[in-house]
C-alpha cells in the first residue's frame, strides 16, 4: 500500500465515521432536545448550521477518497460481479441518501426557524433527521460487512 493510498483510506474512515456519528449525535439528542424544549433556536440552528456544514465537507471528501480508493481497488466487473462490490455500491447509495437527507433536514429546519419555536421547527424536521440517523446506522453496517 502507497502512502498515497493509506492517506485516501485515512481519511475516508475518519470523515466517515465523524459524519455518521454526528448525524447519529443530532438525530438521537439534539432534535429530541430541541421538539422536547430544552434547546433553543439559536443554539439548535448553530448546531444543525455546523453539522450542515460538516456534511457538505465530507460529501466533498468521501467522494474524493472513495473514487481514489474504488479506482485502485475494483473494476467495473468486481463492483457489479461480487458481493464486496455491491457493498460498495450500496455504500455509495447510502452516502448519497444521507447528504440529501442531511441537506434537507437542515434546509427546512432553517426556513422553519424563521417562522415558528424551536421546538415547533425541530417536530417538523424530525422525521428527516431520523431517516438520516438510519441511514447512518446502515452505513456502518455495511462498512463493518467490507
Do not use: C, K, N
Not at 421538539?35 to 444543525?48: I, M, N, P
Request: hydrophobic share 60%; charged share 15%; proline share 1%.
Amino acid at each position: 500500500m502507497t502512502v498515497l493510498d493509506a492517506t485516501m483510506e485515512l481519511l475516508h474512515v475518519l470523515f466517515a465515521g465523524v459524519w455518521a456519528g454526528w448525524t447519529l449525535f443530532v438525530a438521537a439528542l439534539v432534535v429530541p432536545a430541541a421538539r422536547d424544549g430544552r434547546l433553543g433556536a439559536e443554539a439548535l440552528d448553530w448546531l444543525t448550521g455546523r453539522y450542515a456544514q460538516f456534511s457538505t465537507l465530507a460529501a466533498v471528501v468521501l467522494f474524493a477518497t472513495g473514487g481514489h480508493l474504488a479506482g485502485t481497488r475494483y473494476e467495473v466487473e468486481s463492483l457489479t460481479g461480487t458481493g464486496r462490490g455491491h457493498l460498495v455500491l450500496a455504500m455509495v447509495a447510502l452516502w448519497f441518501a444521507l447528504a440529501g437527507l442531511s441537506h434537507v433536514g437542515r434546509s427546512r429546519l432553517s426556513d422553519a426557524l424563521d417562522r415558528e419555536s424551536a421546538s415547533d421547527a425541530a417536530a417538523g424536521v424530525a422525521p428527516i433527521f431520523y431517516a438520516a440517523g438510519a441511514v447512518a446506522v446502515g452505513l456502518l453496517l455495511v462498512a463493518g460487512l467490507l
